[in-house]
């Protein structure tokens, strides 16, 4: 699914216009942005937990030379789905709401 074709639904589901539907996944993540621009994690109550994490400095060899390089530290965003959309995923189950 697209974006577009996100926002067709999520507009057709909420009795939105399309126009409105995208202006507010637009603050949404712009939101989300800014929370994780200042090392904040997010918590989705039914959906799960955004977390910012630091990765730590690490050298790594290249395969082809063999030249070993240093890795600088980062922060990387993650995702922890909660156990109900976990299992709803394993089992193969669809969420058609």
Do not use: C, H
Not at 4 to 15: S, Y
Not at 17 to 27: F, G, P, R, Y
């Amino acid at each position: 699914m697209n974006n577009k074709e996100f926002i067709a639904e999520l507009a057709q589901r909420t009795g939105y216009t399309q126009a409105d539907t995208q202006k507010l996944v637009n603050a949404l993540i712009e939101g989300m942005g800014n929370r994780f621009g200042i090392g904040e994690n997010i918590v989705m109550t039914g959906f799960g937990t955004f977390e910012v994490k630091k990765r730590l400095e690490r050298i790594i060899v290249s395969p082809s030379t063999g030249q070993r390089m240093l890795v600088p530290p980062k922060l990387v965003l993650g995702f922890k789905p909660v156990t109900t959309l976990k299992e709803r995923l394993k089992s193969g189950e669809e969420g058609n709401d």
